[in-house]
């Protein structure tokens, strides 16, 4: 392997980057104590697996409804006005959950997840290409996975917030008994547990209230090109051309539906093998999200190796490996019952862990202008986590495939999507940065 030279950021890139990289922080956070809530919206409003996964429908659906919108936003502004904008949706939606906890109806809370994720959209859709443009296009896709190596601390936080001050506080009655209480009982029951889940989500509103109010007041490197003109259709169809930024777009589709269908479904997986050797259903649920902490912490560490990797490998080629190891230890899910079913689950986050910033970095390479418009096109992908995991949910309701669980059957979706990450990885592996 030959060491690549070139230096991923300068210094004058130093304020505007690391500000800018707190953003991913945030956004992580966002996502990571939202995957729990499919379980914690299911008990408490006595749905199924399915119904309760809606919430990751308003919330992923959020990311696809804003994508373009916020890529001509920025074209006829800048990078910094769309991450404001951004952080105002985010903050509003979060303090959304005032309303729809007094409400204390499920459709309110999907309102608010969508109006965060419209924020979220603009935030990603500014905040990854604005990084690729912070220095030379040669260290832009290492730049981006360094940025993107902050993302899985807020997702961590977000873990541990979702455990200790949400999942571990609901009433501790399961399903069933809720199922037993009065009308008066049950509404009294379902009143203190949203308090509980919606508390989060005001203090992150506060606090991403005083982030906008910090970026808006600190001087940003400017938009490189001076061009605002939109011709959306024209560049639709330019980058769309372009094999290896078309294929990343499928690619990523594929990618977020596989993290969001491991990351969500380790609780429910945990959840079903601690409960068959006897506990209850909230030790279960409380034990099964520290191993999702687990996951989210090699996913951290696999991101900083990978960084430190693409010195020396190729990112195609290196993404390539990822995917096939992804696509090992899924296999190890489907096959393997049990606590070693659950090892593998969690092992999958290290080689996911390069995945998103890379495809994304390849996808957009060497697009100049254009890749404000591309941006929003790989953002839209993420509308894969909103798709799979109903999917999942609904193999998982049949409860018993083939004389199988079938939460293990239900990997076959992720295994899928591996594939196709793997077949990119293969086909952008000579690909130079």
Known sequence: ME????????????????????????????????????????????????????????????????????????????????????????????LLFIPASAIGLYAPFLIAYFILTCGLSFLETSSNPYILSMGAEESSTQRLNLAQSFNPIGSITGMFVAKTFIQARLDPRDTAQRELLSPEEFEAVKISDLDILSSPYIIIGIVIIMMFILIAAVRMPKNADSNHSINFIPTLKRIFSIPRYREGVV???????????????????????????????????????????????????????????????????????????????????????????LYCLVGVSVCMSLMFPTIYGIALRGLGEDAKFGAAGLIMAILGGSVMPPLQGAIIKQGTIMSMPAENISFIIPLICFMVVALYGYRTRTFAH
């Open 251 to 341: 690619a990523q589709f594929f990618y977020v539906g596989a993290q969001i269908m491991c990351w969500t479904f380790i609780v429910h997986y945990g959840t079903r093998y601690f409960m068959s050797q006897g506990m209850g259903e909230q030790e279960a649920e409380v034990l099964s999200q520290q191993y999702n902490i687990v996951a989210m912490a090699i996913f951290i560490v696999g991101r900083f190796v990978s960084t430190f990797l693409m010195r020396y490998v190729r990112p195609g080629r290196l993404l390539m490996f990822f995917a096939i190891g992804g696509f090992a230890l899924v296999s190890g899910v489907i096959l393997i019952q049990g606590i070693f079913g």
């Open 3 to 94: 060491k690549r030279k070139f230096k991923v950021l300068e210094k004058q890139y130093l304020v505007p980057f690391v500000l800018i990289t707190s953003c991913f922080a945030f956004w992580g956070f966002a996502n990571d104590i939202t995957n729990p809530m499919v379980k914690a919206f299911s008990k408490i409003f006595l749905m199924n697996t399915v119904q309760g996964s809606l919430v990751q429908v308003a919330f992923y659906g959020g990311y696809f409804a804003m994508a373009f919108p916020a890529a001509i936003f920025i074209r006829r502004f800048t990078y910094k006005a769309g991450i404001l904008v951004g952080l105002g949706l985010y903050a509003t939606g979060a």
